[in-house]
C-alpha cells in the first residue's frame, strides 16, 4: 500500500488539502518515473524533481516554442502529441521532425544552456504538459548535487543517443 | 454554441485579452489603493521581506550542510527574533523617559546656544560679534530663534519639571533649575531687546487629556507600534519559509505564449535583486562599522556610537539624503555633550560638530572610494537626478518608507523593465 492509499484517519480532523497536495505529489511522481532521465532517482528524489515542475497546457496547434528563441525549459509530455518540426517560408512547407507522445521529452538542451531552440514544438493536439526550469535545476546542482549529478548523466546519454541517431540520418542521407 | 465559442480561436484570444486587461488594471488599482491604505505597515512588511531575501543563500548553505530545511528556516527564524528583541531592548534602554526627555530639551538648547554665542563670537548682550556674525547673522539669527522656539518648554512643563527636581539630588536640582533659569532669560538674535518667552505664546495641554497620554494612550501607542511591527518576523518566516510556491503561482497565471520568458525574467531580476540587497547590507554593515570606530575616537561612548554608526550605515542606504540624516543625528547626539575625551587632542566640545562633519566625509569618501566599487560594483547604475528625484517623491507619498525603499525600488523596477524588454525581442514578441 503506497502513502496515498492509506486510510484518511478520523474524517472531521483530516486535512482534505493536505490529502489532495499528496495526491497531486504521487500522480507527478508516476508521470516522471519512467522517463529516462529521471530513471535513476529513489522516490524521494522524484519528489524533489517533482516539486520543480510546471504545469502547462495547450489547445491543438498552439506553439510551445519557435525555433531560434533562446531556450529555458525542457518539457515533458502527460498527455497528448507534440510535433517537432522545422518552420517553412514562403512556398516552402513545414517540415516534421519528429511527432512525440505521452512520456517523451524534448527541449533537453536548454537544461544545459540558453542557446536558440533548433526547431519549432507545436502541440498537434490538446496537450499537458510539465516543465522543468534550467535555473531551478542549477539550483538543484547546488543543494542536491547527487540527484543533479544523476539527471545530468542520464541527460548527456540521451543527448549522446539523440546525436548518433542525427549521424545516422545524416550519413543515410548522404549514400 | 458552447461548441463554437470554444472553436474559434479569434474570439478566444479577443476574450483572453480583455480578461487579462481587466485582471491586470483590477489588481494593480487593488495594490496602489492597499499600499496607501496600510501605508503604516510598508515598512515591517518590506523589512521583513528583504532579511528574508538576504537570509536565503544562509538557508541553502545550512540545507546543502545536511541542516533540513525546516530546522534551517526554524535556526534562522530564532536568530533573526533574538537580535530584533535584543537591538529593541537596547534601544528603549537608551529611550529617555518623560522628565529626562524635558531637561534633554533644556540642555540641547542651552548648548546650541553656547556654542552660537561662542561661534558668532557675540558679547552677553547679543549686539556685538565677530565677522562671520557679520557676514551670516542676518541670515542664522532668525533661524536660531525659530529653533528656540520650537526648543522652549511650557510653562506646565517648566512646572513640573521643577516638581520632578524637588525630587532628585541636590546637584539635579541645582542643574535643573539653572536650565530653566537660563531658558526664560533667552532672549531673541534678531532683536536681543525682547525676551524669547514674550514671544511665544503657549497653547497650553489639557491636563486631563496630558495624564490620560500619559498613562492609555502612550500605553496604546505602543501596543500599536509593536502590534503592527509583529508583521516584520511574520513577514520573514512567510518568505522564507517559501519553497518557490509564490513564482509556481505567478506562473501558473502566465500565458504559454510568455512562460518560458516570464521564468526568465524572474529568474534574472530574482539574481539582480539578491545580488543588490546583500551588497547593500554588507555595505550597510561595513559603514556601520567604519563610523562606529571613527565616532568612538572622537570621544563618543562605545555604545552610543555603535547606535549612531548603526543608524548612519542604515541612512546611508539612502543616496544624497541618508548622509545628511546620519550627520544630523550624530550633531544632535554632539550637541547634548558637555564633555567629551576623545583619542585625538584637538578634539573639544565647542568644535565636536565639526568633528562628526569630519568623520562622515571621510566615511563618505571611504565608502564610495573602497565599500561601494567592491561591493555593489555597478548594481546601482542610476543617474543622479533618478535617485533624487526617486527619493523625494518616495518620500511624499509613503514617508520614511518611501525614502528608504524608494531607489531599491527603483533598481527593481529598471531590471525587470530591462530584462523584460530584451526578452520580449529574444522571444520575437516585439520588433
Redesign the interface.
Known sequence: MNRSDKPAGNPLWSNVFQSLIKQKDQSRINQIVDIPIFQDLSRRELRTVS??L??????SG?????T??????MFIITSGRVRIMLEGSGDTPDTTLAELGEGDFFGEIALLD?SPRSATARAATKTELL?I?R??LD?LM??EPYIAARIMKQLAIVIGMRLKETNKQVAGLSQ | MIRNLKND?STRTVRSRVFYSIAVLVGGAAIIYLAFALSTLILPVLLGIVAAYICQPLL?LM??NGISRGTSTLILFGGFLIILLLLGRYVIGLVPGEFEQLELRASIQQNINDRYQNYMGLDDDLHNGNVVHDFAGPELDPLMDTFNEWLFLSESNQEKLREWAALQDEQTRSRIHHLLDRMTALRLYADPEILLSERISFIEEDPGEEENGEDGSLLLSVLNILSLWLVMPVMFLFFLVD??QMR?GI??IVP??Y???V??VM?NVDQAIGNYLRGTLIETLLMTATIWILLAVIGFDLGISFILGLISGIANAIPIFGMFIGVGICIIYALMLNDVTALIPWVTVENLILWVVAVHLLAQGIDNAVFKPFVLGKAVALHPIVVFLGAIVGSILFGFAGLLFAIPAIVILKEITGTFYH?LK???LIY
Open positions: 516539486e520543480m510546471y504545469d502547462r497546457s495547450y489547445e498552439e506553439d510551445i516554442f519557435l531560434d528563441q533562446p531556450g529555458a525549459a540558453s516543465a526550469f535555473a531551478d539550483k547546488m543543494n | 480561436p541553502s540545507y546543502r519553497n518557490g509556481r506562473v501558473a504559454n505564449t512562460f518560458e520568458m521564468l526568465t529568474e526578452q529574444a522571444y520575437f
